[in-house]
C-alpha cells in the first residue's frame, strides 16, 4: 500500500517550454503532497507544499510563477515548470500523506522525473 | 525550527556485518516523528524506519533498528547482517506532529557494501 507514482520518469525539453509532472497516489487519497527537487549528490529541497483544492505554499526562494502547482483531486498534484531554462534541469521527487493512513505523518514518494532543459 | 545533522557523509561495511549510522536533530516541538529513508542508485526514495518520540521502545523492521535517545536528541539506525542491496544514500529526516508537517532532512550518508 502507500504506492505513489510520477508521470514522467525522465523529459527533455528546449529551452523557452512549459513541461508538466505529474504525480498521483495510487492506493490512498492524499491530503498533501509535496514537490522536492534533489540537487546531485545533496540532499532534497522541498519546494512547495499543496493541499487538495487550496493554493500551494511556496518555500522561499521557490518562483511560484515559474513552478506552477496545481492539486485538483485528492489523487492528483503536478507540477508545471514554465519557460524552463537550463537551470532548471533537475531531480524532481514528489510526496504524499494522507490523515487517513495509520501514520498520517508519514510521506511516501514518488520515483522521480530528471528533467534536462537544452 | 527543526535541524538534522548527518555527520558522516560516507560510510562502508562488509557484507553481513553490521553498521550503525548516525543522527542528531534538534526541534523545540513535543510532538514530532523519526525517520529513515534510503535512496538506492533508482533515486526512488524508500522509507525504511519510523519513530513516534513519544515511544520510549525503539524501532525495529527486520535486519534494521534505530536507537532512539530523545534527551541527547539522537535517532541512529543500525543494520544488521548486510547485504548487497542495502548500499544506497541513508537520508534521516523529521517532522513535527503540528502544522503543515513539512520532512526536515539531514544531509544523507551514503553506505558502501563491500562483497
Known amino acids: 500500500g502507500a504506492v505513489v507514482s510520477q508521470h514522467p520518469s525522465r523529459v527533455i525539453c528546449k529551452s523557452g517550454t512549459s513541461v508538466k509532472i505529474e504525480c498521483r497516489s495510487l492506493d490512498f487519497q492524499a491530503t498533501t503532497m509535496f514537490w522536492y527537487r534533489q540537487f546531485p549528490k545533496q540532499s532534497l529541497m522541498l519546494m512547495a507544499t499543496?493541499?487538495?483544492?487550496?493554493?500551494?505554499?511556496?518555500e522561499q526562494g521557490v518562483e511560484k510563477d515559474k513552478f506552477l502547482i496545481n492539486h485538483a483531486s485528492l489523487t492528483l498534484s503536478t507540477l508545471t515548470v514554465t519557460s524552463a531554462h537550463p537551470e532548471d534541469s533537475s531531480f524532481y521527487i514528489c510526496s504524499a500523506r494522507s490523515v487517513r493512513l495509520a501514520g498520517s505523518d508519514t510521506q511516501y514518494f514518488g520515483p522521480g522525473t530528471r528533467l534536462t532543459v537544452l | 525550527a527543526q535541524t538534522v545533522t548527518q555527520s558522516q557523509p560516507e560510510m562502508s561495511v562488509q557484507e553481513a556485518e553490521t553498521v550503525t549510522l548516525s543522527c542528531t536533530y534538534d526541534t523545540s516541538e513535543s510532538d514530532y516523528y523519526l525517520f529513515w529513508y534510503k535512496q538506492p542508485p533508482s533515486r526512488q526514495m524508500i522509507l525504511v524506519i519510523r519513530q513516534e518520540a513519544y515511544k520510549q521502545q525503539n524501532a525495529t523492521e527486520n535486519r534494521f533498528s534505530v536507537n532512539f535517545q530523545k534527551a541527547a536528541k539522537s535517532f541512529s539506525l543500525k543494520i544488521s547482517d548486510s547485504q548487497l542491496g542495502d548500499a544506497a544514500m541513508y537520508f534521516c529526516?523529521?517532522?513535527?506532529?503540528?502544522?503543515?508537517?513539512?520532512?526536515?532532512f539531514g544531509q544523507g550518508t551514503r553506505l558502501t557494501i563491500n562483497p
Open positions: 499543496s493541499n487538495e483544492g487550496s493554493k500551494a505554499t511556496y
Open positions: 529526516a523529521s517532522v513535527s506532529g503540528q502544522g503543515a508537517q513539512k520532512l526536515v
